[in-house]
């Protein structure tokens, strides 16, 4: 499993929303994605932690604890991935 760079967009955030390592393997054009989406979580809860950013079939970004309104900001950045990735198909 290939593994991206983390500094690309972590640093942009203060480590206290990330649990440990959050086991990051996506490629480096997704990071506009989830920088957008991690900003928008925290903006609702700043308490909210990031649990793993991964690809799985897509992006996939888990927090803890689980928020409605969070999932919906998710769903949003799984969709703009989504379109990446027809566009490289």
Not at 22 to 38: K, N, Q, R, S
Not at 51 to 71: A, C, F, H, S
């Amino acid at each position: 499993m290939k593994q991206y760079p983390t500094n690309a967009w972590t640093t942009a955030f203060d480590e206290k929303y990330f649990e440990g390592n959050i086991g990051l393997d996506i490629p480096p054009d997704w990071h506009p994605a989830v920088i957008e989406a991690v900003s928008k979580i925290i903006e609702i809860d700043p308490e909210i932690r990031i649990v793993q950013v991964k690809n799985k079939w897509g992006l996939r970004i888990y927090t803890q604890p689980y928020d409605p309104k969070v999932e919906e900001i998710i769903l949003e950045a799984e969709k703009k991935v989504s379109k990446l990735m027809e566009v490289k198909t």
